[in-house]
């Protein structure tokens, strides 16, 4: 149950504490006074998109914050303990925060931990559960109505099996269409799979051959620098020239090892121009090696060449590069491996289409059973609010009728339909067609007044969702609501006194401009001032004593 609200900054609102009470509580106030900016603050909350116009003029950022009770709150208590979210300092309390930025970022958090938007609908949708005024407009489309006969009649579990079935046939028909060569010749696609294998098996590219190639063929087709450059850096190395490195370091060193004997320090110095010396005879030993063991031969050049040209003319054939070579030998040998052998695989994935296909009809049947047991259930209970909602003579149904095709429907295979019969005689039609706004409007109230007895959602909000009724009916709709909130906490925003007068608290919310700044506040009605609120709800330019006194008959008939 909401027990605390607060708001700061947020659209035209300062800031206010709200708080709310078990039963049924009214919003009412002036057009425009902000009593759906409460709703919005609340829907921001518990996970609905947020952006910067959501906070105030010439402020830095808007503010939400909410406490709920537990104690008759289950599923919020498990998805908590799910979650590791739960305050164990206070078991039975769920603390929510969201801010919103002027530049349009945000922060949330559950019980001082800090959260993702998709988790605040998701504990949301188990707290608190919003009727929106514009709830009929949804209701038409067929989807909505299947939702809303599966949700009450708990089919939802039985949907997920059908909706994983239809993943699975999808997936297996995706395989068995790859292997079938999607559209193409199986034993066309063999043929030439077979083909391309030929080549690169003709081609018998070996393990990093390309690599190696791309070295040698460097290697032979700069021979003749390679000599050249090579035979006269051997001379400046350890040529016969007394010019030589070698001798030019011998030299050096000589005179360093005669120093050595006149002063100790040189002999260090000595010793490093040694070992250069004998680095440098081996230096020139092993590039004499080299020379002497290169092959140059211009044939092994053009075979080189060759065998690189065949190698980057395949790679271009098959539209890849020449690294790329022989993984994809291997996954052509692969594919034709599978295609062979496809027969056996092909019989295994018709198969196990046929047992999707079987139980998806067995769950389907199922389904639809429940369905129809559900849908003459709930069917009758919304027509018996319905007659009660000014529209004695109404008849509703819930057609739950078989698909006329042999496709996999992951809600299953029927089409469910709302009808109604507003007048008798007359054949029963779609919400869409036969139902005017005024109908619509009881319709929809009288389905959310059903559905909502059935959910386990502790608190629930109607926001105008009585707009288009008036009159004995508008008193019916206030019975219905405050026979809701008997249950479960009840929070309705309406202009109807009728609907007003049945609340266990009444809230006014006001609109106050102080010079250039608008705000809006809340005020607890008690006493004559709620007399005096019902009064204005009940209309006229001046509130006479008779209006004065119609309200206090209201209310003194609604404790009745």
């Known amino acids: 149950m909401l027990h605390h609200l607060h708001i700061r900054q947020f659209a035209i609102v300062d800031e206010l504490d709200i708080e709310f009470g078990p039963g049924m509580t009214v919003l009412s106030g002036e057009t425009g006074a902000g009593k759906s900016i409460l709703i919005d603050a609340l829907g921001l909350l518990l996970g609905d998109r947020a952006d910067s116009e959501s906070v105030r003029d010439g402020a830095r950022r808007a503010e939400i914050s909410a406490e709920f009770g537990l104690q008759d709150a289950e599923q919020a208590r498990a998805w908590l303990d799910e979650h590791e979210l739960s305050d164990e300092d206070m078991p039975d309390v769920c603390l929510i925060r969201r801010t919103i930025g002027s530049d349009g970022r945000g922060r949330a ?3 001082g931990a800090p959260v993702t938007v998709r988790d605040l609908k998701e504990l949301g949708e188990s707290l608190l559960d919003i009727h929106g005024q514009h709830a009929h407009q949804s209701l038409l489309k067929s989807s909505e109505q299947r939702d809303l006969l599966d949700d009450f009649g708990g089919h939802m579990a039985l949907r997920q099996q059908i909706q994983k079935l239809c993943d699975q046939f999808r997936d297996t028909t995706q395989h068995l269409t790859q ?65 030589s490195s070698y001798d030019l370091i011998g030299h050096a060193g000589g005179l360093l090892h005669n120093l050595g004997r006149l002063d100790p320090c040189f002999n260090d110095i000595a010793e490093t121009v040694e070992s250069a010396r004998i680095q440098i005879q081996e230096a020139a030993t092993t590039l004499r090696h080299t020379l002497d063991g290169m092959d140059l031969d211009p044939e092994r050049l053009a075979w080189v060449d060759a065998r690189m040209t065949a190698i980057h003319d395949l790679a271009r054939k098959h539209h890849i590069a020449p690294q790329a070579l022989a993984e994809h030998h291997a996954s052509l040998r692969t594919e034709l491996s599978t295609l062979d052998n496809a027969g056996e695989e092909i019989a295994k994935l018709n198969k196990a289409l046929d047992d999707c296909r079987k139980r998806y009809l067995e769950l389907s049947s199922e389904l639809h059973d429940a369905r129809v047991k559900t849908a003459t259930d709930l069917s009758q209970r919304i027509q ?39 007048n008798p005689g007359q054949t029963a039609r779609p919400l869409s067609k036969v139902a005017s706004g005024g109908e619509l409007s009881r319709i929809s109230l009288a389905i959310q007044v059903i559905a909502a007895n059935s959910t386990q959602v502790p608190s629930l909000i109607f926001d105008e969702v009585d707009s288009g009724i008036g009159g004995g009916v508008a008193e019916i709709v206030g019975r219905q609501l405050k026979a809701l909130g008997a249950t479960r906490q009840t929070l309705c925003v309406t202009h109807l006194p009728q609907v007003a007068a049945q609340a266990s608290q009444q809230l006014f ?34 509130i006479t004593e008779q209006t004065r006194a119609h309200a206090e008959e209201m209310l003194l008939q609604a404790t009745r």
């Open 179 to 243: 292997l079938t060569g999607s559209g193409e010749d199986h034993a066309q696609r063999i043929d030439y799979l077979r083909y391309q294998i030929q080549e690169l098996d003709a081609l018998g590219l070996a393990d990093k051959e390309l690599d190696e190639l791309e070295v040698e063929h460097k290697r032979l087709s700069n021979a003749e620098r390679l000599l050249e450059d090579g035979q006269k850096a051997l001379a400046l190395l350890n040529g016969d020239d007394e010019g």
């Open 109 to 111: 958090t559950i019980n």
């Open 384 to 422: 018996a609010v319905v007659r009660e909602l000014g529209m004695p003579q109404a008849e509703f149904s819930i057609a739950v009728e078989p698909r006329d095709d042999a496709e996999l429907h992951s809600a299953g295979a029927d089409r469910i339909e709302f009808r109604i019969c507003a």
């Open 509 to 542: 919310v006001s609109k106050q401009v102080v010079g250039k700044s608008t705000r809006t506040t809340i005020t607890v009605l008690q006493g004559s001032d709620r007399v005096e609120e019902l009064a204005r709800m009940l209309g006229g330019v001046e």
